[in-house]
């Protein structure tokens, strides 16, 4: 049973560097077929994708994110990062990671496991 | 981008049946994902693959997709089932994920 945990600052001073850390335990970060994702969710919102990193460091974001976004993966402490700079309050969010398993022959993507999430607020 | 659009809000009496669609433009040709996020929890996968039901889900939980529409489908509703639903589509061209955007299920 993977489990997931985020864990960073809860508060971020506009203009500054959002970073968030995703522990990953019951799987390896390396593990062949696994896409580690990053998604948030503004208060009273919907859930917004926002990038990926598959097994092999590869990533993938979201097009109006891309410019701020780093995503990268640490195989020593099996965890997942999330960076995003210049951050501003319409980047108040909880911040969810995930695991999106794909197996050999797969047609499609989806999360089959996520993390509780850590709230983080964007204010001076 | 694709935009998947669900209704705000659906309303059910417990026993009944609810059906949340999300619609998008061919989204037959897609597979959907469905998730259940209750408040202050992280969202559960539900169904994948259009209608697969990962272990644990009950087969209260069933989905189709077809046209323009696909559905979730919740029978004999239950209070536990009052929750945010949100489907989910992978675009293979541009390799983005896509959420819909989300259906509050209230249970009378």
């Known amino acids: 049973q993977v489990q997931l945990q985020e864990s960073g600052p809860a508060l971020v001073k506009p203009s500054e560097t959002l970073s968030l850390t995703c522990t990953v335990s019951?799987?390896?970060?390396?593990?062949?077929?696994?896409?580690w994702n990053w998604i948030r969710q503004p208060p009273g919102k919907g859930l917004a994708w926002i990038g990926s990193i598959d097994d092999s460091g590869n990533t993938n974001y979201y097009p109006s994110l891309k410019s701020r976004v780093t995503i990268s993966l640490d195989t020593s402490k099996n965890q997942v990062s999330l960076r995003l700079s210049s951050v501003t309050a319409a980047d108040s969010a909880v911040y969810f990671c995930a695991r999106d398993w794909v197996e050999v022959g797969a047609t499609s993507h989806f999360f089959d496991s996520w993390g509780q999430g850590a709230l983080v607020t964007v204010s001076s | 981008s694709f935009v998947l659009t669900q209704p705000p809000s659906v309303s059910v009496a417990p026993g009944e049946t609810a059906r949340i669609t999300c619609g998008g433009p061919n989204i037959r040709s897609y597979s959907v994902h469905w998730y259940q996020q209750k408040p202050g929890q992280a969202p559960v996968l539900v169904i994948y693959?259009?209608?697969d039901r990962p272990s644990g889900i009950p087969e209260r939980f069933s989905a189709s997709n077809s046209g323009n529409t696909a559905t979730l489908t919740i029978s004999s509703v239950e209070a536990g089932d009052e929750a945010d639903y949100y489907c989910?589509?992978?675009?293979?061209?541009?390799?983005?994920?896509?959420f819909g955007t989300g259906t509050k299920v209230t249970v009378l």
């Open positions: 693959y259009d209608s």
């Open positions: 019951g799987a390896s970060v390396n593990n062949n077929g696994h896409y």
């Open positions: 989910q589509v992978w675009e293979s061209d541009t390799d983005q994920y896509v």
